[in-house]
C-alpha cells in the first residue's frame, strides 16, 4: 500500500508561479515512476508530467518549457513548479505514483488562474 498526498494549490492570477508538492508513505520501494495529472470540470484527466525513478521525465506538450517536475528522495517528495500560468491550466491536479501492480492516486489540489 502507498499513501499519495498532495498540497499546494490555490488561487493564482495569470502569469503567476505555485508550487505543487506530492508526499508518499507506505511501501514506497515497489513504486517505479510517479507523476502530476489534472482534471479540469467536464474533461478528462490528463497527464502533466512524469518522472521515473531512473529519472527520465515526460512533460505534456501544453506545459512544456513552463511547469517542471522534480524529487526529493531524501523527503519521498514530488514537486511540480508551475511558472506561466495560463486561466486554462486551472483544474485539479493529482498526484499518481505507480508499481508493478497498481496505481495510487491523493485525493487532488485545487488550482485556479484567475485575475
Known amino acids: 500500500q502507498v499513501h499519495v498526498e498532495e498540497s499546494g494549490g490555490g488561487l493564482v492570477q495569470p502569469g503567476g508561479s505555485l508550487t505543487l508538492s506530492c508526499e508518499v508513505s507506505?511501501?514506497?520501494?515497489?513504486?517505479?515512476?510517479m507523476g502530476w495529472y489534472r482534471q479540469a470540470p467536464g474533461k478528462k484527466r490528463r497527464l502533466v508530467a512524469d518522472?521515473?525513478?531512473?529519472?527520465?521525465?515526460n512533460y505534456a506538450n501544453f506545459v512544456k518549457g513552463r511547469f517542471t517536475i522534480s524529487r526529493d528522495s531524501t523527503k519521498n517528495t514530488v514537486y511540480l513548479q508551475m511558472n506561466t500560468l495560463k486561466p486554462e491550466d486551472t483544474a485539479v491536479y493529482y498526484c499518481?505514483?505507480?508499481?508493478?501492480?497498481?496505481?495510487?492516486w491523493g485525493q487532488g489540489t485545487q488550482v485556479n488562474v484567475t485575475s
Open positions: 499518481n505514483a505507480t508499481t508493478l501492480w497498481y496505481d495510487y
Open positions: 518522472i521515473t525513478t531512473g529519472g527520465d521525465i
Open positions: 507506505g511501501r514506497i520501494d515497489n513504486i517505479n515512476a
